[in-house]
């Protein structure tokens, strides 16, 4: 199985945001209108901001805490259709970086319900 690293280097093609987005992201405003998910791996169309603490699921399948970083989102494909990728620091020691886009359901805010997804499906007590 590869390493967790390994893991982090997969890397998904991305572009740039638009400046009009990079300008929305910086401010108070979303790019993405939210509605609560009613399961872990359902798609989530949110918007993170600067140093936001989310939840990520890895490659492997594992969700763990992480922090995003202070760099726009990039756009590009996910599974549903074009969306944005933030770029999260997680691991152990805080040394990976990878990018995640909530429309692939593969990260999630850290808060309440996040906190009762991760709970019912036994990541966190």
């Given at each position: 199985?590869?390493?967790?690293?390994?893991?982090?280097?997969?890397?998904r093609p991305s572009r740039a945001i638009s400046p009009d987005d990079a300008d929305a992201w910086?401010?108070?405003?979303?790019?993405?209108e939210p509605?609560?998910?009613i399961e872990l791996d359902e798609p989530y169309p949110y918007t993170f901001k600067k140093d936001q603490e989310v939840?990520?699921?890895?490659?492997?399948?594992h969700w763990c805490p992480g922090r995003?970083?202070?760099?726009p989102p990039k756009s590009g494909k996910?599974?549903?259709k074009d969306g944005y990728y933030w770029r999260v620091i997680f691991g152990d020691n805080g040394n990976l970086r990878k990018d995640f886009a909530p429309l692939n359901g593969e990260i999630k805010p850290n808060d309440a319900n996040t906190?009762?997804?991760?709970?019912?499906e036994g990541w966190v007590a």
């Open positions: 199985m590869p390493s967790e690293k390994a893991l982090a280097r997969a890397s910086d401010s108070d405003s979303t790019l993405y509605g609560l998910p939840w990520i699921k890895t490659k492997n399948g995003v970083l202070g760099t996910t599974r549903q906190l009762r997804l991760l709970k019912a």
